[in-house]
């Protein structure tokens, strides 16, 4: 057997350094400078269609008319469009029915999808293992759309709010995000609770809700920017246009082209009506504000919330 000599140090073998640079080190100021200048053109890129689309929305007529389509700058800041849309227009009513459903559908989500994902990570529960089976499958064999179709035309669900909400109600892959999170939980905590007394619904409601408040943010932000993108069931079971939700009028009147006529806008008596491009410019950020505002406080949930329900379990 061979032993070191402690006068004869061992060397470590040098790690290579990569880079995409030739003769460059990835700490060099040089290559610094390489990775701000490809961060800062990325960013140019990604905020100068947003930029464009809120500059036409508050460009004048004029100023729109002159550059033949979208303004990067407007001269003077005009909100007309945004008065002409929120004035009690389709858009006033899309926004109201998109509201209305994103809350109440996002809401009876969290509640169905926890409830299920806690009787699933729940070991010896009634029926575990053929429900999980059900919602794994359901991953993998979607419904079609004349089936799905059929189903709603015989609930009776033709032009109801209900027809936007129960289809997308539970989704499988969230249920799964909160059961490998709710596995994860401490078990000697339920455990003592069950001792103590405690039914299944105060555990979930005192313990595991407020140890969980991290994956339940998320979940809620999933479903409620699906509920809010949505335009597909509105396109096939809405037929009345009153009840269009935001993203179907934005569908109709932005990626289709449709022209915008002043009964669809209210403007004040004897007034023009704004430009096209400025009512659709105006309708794409009245579109993204909601989930803009709410991201944020939602963000800093973001990673723990995953990255611990996908890892766990």
């Known amino acids: ?166 289809p997308s109600l539970i989704n499988a892959f969230n249920v799964i995000v909160l059961r490998s999170f709710f596995m994860g939980l401490p078990r000697e905590l339920i455990d003592a609770a069950r001792i103590d007394g405690a039914s299944e619904l105060s555990i979930l409601r005192r313990i595991v809700l407020p140890l969980s408040k991290a994956s339940v943010a998320v979940v809620g932000l999933f479903y409620a920017v699906t509920y809010w993108n949505a335009f597909f069931n509105a396109m096939l079971y809405i037929n009345d246009a009153s009840k269009w939700p935001l993203q179907l009028v934005l569908r109709t009147y932005v990626v289709n082209n449709a022209a915008i006529s002043g009964g669809q806008v209210n403007t004040a008596a004897g007034a023009p009506l704004p430009p096209t491009q400025t009512l659709q410019a105006a309708i794409l950020v009245l579109s993204i504000v909601p989930i803009v505002i709410v991201y944020p406080f939602l963000q800093r949930h973001m990673n723990k919330g995953v990255m611990v329900g996908a890892v766990k379990g």
């Open 1 to 166: 057997m061979t032993t070191l000599n402690p006068s004869h140090p061992v060397r470590s073998r040098p790690r290579r350094s990569y880079s995409a640079i030739p003769g460059e080190s990835p700490g060099s100021p040089p290559w610094r400078v390489a990775k701000s200048l490809i961060l800062l053109v990325c960013t140019i890129l990604v905020l100068l269609p947003f930029l464009a689309i809120i500059s036409t929305s508050l460009a004048g007529a004029d100023q729109v008319n002159k550059a033949g389509g979208y303004v990067m700058w407007p001269h003077h800041i005009t909100f007309t469009a945004y008065h002409a849309l929120l004035s009690g227009g389709m858009v006033s009513k899309a926004m109201l029915v998109s509201v209305g459903v994103t809350v109440v559908g996002t809401a009876l989500s969290l509640i169905c999808s926890i409830m299920l994902a806690y009787g699933l990570s729940r070991p010896g529960s009634f029926g575990h293992k053929p429900v999980l089976m059900m919602l794994l499958m359901t991953m993998l064999f979607a419904p079609g759309v004349i089936p799905s179709y059929l189903m709603i035309k015989e609930l009776h669900l033709i032009n109801s709010y209900w027809s936007l909400i129960l």
